[in-house]
């Protein structure tokens, strides 16, 4: 394809003037509001309150005379058990374990039923070309693996691609090696049982073990777990010879399945030639519901409605609003306007919609994705504007359509990736991506609609119909750059050994990292680090971003301590910390 020609050059486009702030302000507050209802309890995935947030949103769409359907895909929404029984014998002895207690099943674990397989301790489960080797010299197949969850904070381990790193990653080798089990070692107690992220079941039982269910029938396996992290040398070992150690194990897993809701709309596009091309607006709909999953707000905030006003009723009454305007607009190419389910359980609805597309995929050209776009800072207005796929001259071109007093940040750093856009994406759509910002009630029961700055969202909702139609209306369209598509990780690409629970501003601050927020129990809080406060120095590194963050935190390790120093206001403050692992 040619170079994209921004149409805001284009007289058409000089007419084409916003709606009044205050009107759109106020359909943009009746939205988030019902959205981020109590009625609605949270949205959660699975939820018939989401069910009858996306019968809202087609009786909208419907009633703007646009035609509309809800797409659905199956999402297990709960695991529990129906028959379980564990025997862990040693030598002539035997005892069962106790289920919840010492003993549990991962959500993704098959059902099994079998007596008497040998147990076989393999570190980590970790296979490192051409070095560290858990599985070398042992047998695998038909043995009930044990493995650690927790990975050695060790230079062995310490450049393990972070794909490697993954529990789920070291349990998928042990499932092609057709091990008969896998029993996951924990620092605790046993997890509970819960729907997991990532397959919905796996071919081989996954169990979680707490770390005192095994007593002396693996013998010095806490010392081989020491040895390991000690030596960075493997310290695997067999048990099938005598004094034998064997599981008989029945399990039986019962999936409740329930079918989650995509919500799609056609705006058809005027051009006789390029209606045939799709501009897609996107945001997801659903929440955390009460919490049982992925809150941060504490074990006393399950059970609350989790509202997301900000996550994300803001991004879906955006596309709402932005669907009225576009409508009215009558732009050359037709628009998308989807509402994803499934978001915050791993992109399941974006990714869902790719595979199960309503429209010709080879026919969408550019994807806009909203995805907590309602906390604007009225004093300073930035937009945090990321463009997984977009070439770099098409960001910088977006830039200039922005209204006067608006500043636009497109380097967001990691957070580029974190929402349906990277769906698009990956199906080599470039996308942009509009953000105003994690904030201290980020996935927590106080992210509330009266925190909402509508008339922020208004103005952002002017900025997002222009740039919208200046794509729906290009001659040409930017195509997609395989370089801007990788995700970028914050500091060296190493894997981060230290969690130090701090919410980021990805906003460019000449100051230093200003923080929205700290994780509760967290080393962060721990030091008194508050939303506001601007980190600008972190042990013998000065800190002038969230990269020079992630670097200083990456090269430190569980048990150092680092004095960290920080802005609040005009006042420099500093604490030493002790860093935690993370796990």
Same mark, same amino acid.
């Given at each position: ?17 916003? @709606? ?17 209802? @109590?009625?609605?309890?949270? =949205?959660?995935?699975?939820? @018939? ?9 087609? =009786? ?109 990653? =070291? ?147 955006? $596309? ?43 026919? $969408? ?7 907590? $776009? ?16 977009? #070439? ?41 991506? *509009? ?29 997002? =119909? ?13 195509? *997609? ?13 190493? #894997? ?7 919410? #980021? ?12 927020? $700290? ?65």
């Amino acid at each position: 394809m040619g170079p994209w020609i921004p149409a805001f050059l284009a007289a058409a486009l000089v007419a084409q003037v916003p @709606p009044s702030g205050s009107v759109v302000e106020t359909r943009l507050r009746r939205d988030v509001t019902f959205l981020a209802s @109590p009625a609605l309890q949270g =949205r959660g995935n699975g939820y @018939p309150e989401l069910e009858q947030a996306a019968a809202h949103l087609l =009786r909208e769409w419907k009633a703007l005379g646009l035609k509309a359907q809800v797409q659905h895909f199956p999402f297990i929404a709960k695991v529990t058990r129906e028959d379980q029984g564990a025997l862990l014998a040693h030598g002539e002895d035997a005892r069962p374990l106790v289920w919840g207690r010492d003993i549990e099943a991962f959500g993704y674990s098959s059902d099994a039923d079998f007596r008497q397989k040998p147990l076989t301790f393999l570190g980590h489960g970790v296979r490192i070309p051409g070095g560290y080797d858990d599985l070398a010299g042992m047998e695998v197949k038909d043995r009930v693996v044990v493995i650690a969850r927790t990975l050695p904070d060790t230079e062995a381990f310490a450049h393990l691609p972070r794909g490697e790193r993954s529990l789920l990653a =070291r349990i998928k080798r042990l499932e092609t090696e057709k091990a008969a089990a896998v029993l996951v070692l924990e620092d605790g107690p046993a997890r509970p049982l819960q729907r997991e992220e990532g397959p919905v079941k796996l071919d081989l039982p996954v169990l979680s073990l707490s770390a005192d269910a095994l007593g002396t029938a693996c013998g010095d396996l806490q010392a081989r777990l020491k040895a390991i992290r000690e030596t960075g040398k493997p310290a695997s070992q067999d048990f099938i010879y005598a004094p034998w150690t064997t599981l008989t194990l029945k399990l039986k897993l019962r999936r409740e399945e329930a079918q989650v809701p995509n919500v799609v709309a056609v705006i058809p596009g005027r051009d006789p030639k390029l209606r045939k091309e799709y501009i897609v607006l996107g945001a997801h709909l659903d929440h955390l519901g009460l919490g049982e999953r992925h809150s941060l707000g504490g074990a006393e905030a399950r059970g609350q409605v989790h509202p997301g006003a900000d996550d994300n009723a803001s991004g879906t009454a955006m $596309v709402l609003e932005l669907g009225r305007e576009l409508k009215k607009a009558r732009p050359r190419r037709s628009i998308l306007l989807m509402h994803f389910g499934g978001e915050e359980e791993g992109l399941l609805g974006s990714g869902y919609w790719i595979q199960h597309p309503t429209h010709q995929l080879e026919s $969408v050209k550019f994807m806009l994705n909203f995805d907590m $776009v309602g906390r604007l800072d009225p004093v300073a207005p930035k937009l945090m504007m990321g463009g997984l796929g977009a #070439p770099k001259a098409a960001l910088e071109a977006a830039k200039k359509l922005a209204p006067e007093g608006f500043s636009i940040s497109v380097d967001v750093g990691a957070a580029v990736g974190g929402s349906d856009h990277m769906s698009f994406s990956q199906a080599k759509i470039p996308t942009f991506f *509009f953000f105003t910002g994690i904030h201290g009630e980020y996935h927590r029961p106080s992210d509330t609609a009266d925190r909402i700055n509508f008339a922020g969202m208004a103005k952002l909702a002017g900025y997002g =119909r222009t740039l919208a139609l200046d794509l729906a209306n290009a001659d040409t369209l930017p195509a *997609f750059d395989p370089e801007t598509a990788k995700v970028v990780m914050g500091g060296n690409g190493g #894997p981060m050994r230290v969690a130090f629970g701090t919410l #980021p501003d990805y906003a460019d601050n000449p100051k230093g990292f200003r923080i929205n927020g $700290v994780s509760r129990g967290s080393t962060a809080e721990a030091i008194g680090l508050q939303a506001g406060d601007i980190i600008i120095r972190f042990g013998d590194r000065p800190v002038k971003n969230i990269y020079d963050f992630m670097d200083a935190l990456g090269a430190h390790r569980a048990g150092d301590k680092a004095v960290v120093q920080w802005l609040r206001g005009d006042q420099t403050m500093q604490a030493e910390a002790t860093l935690k692992g993370r796990s």
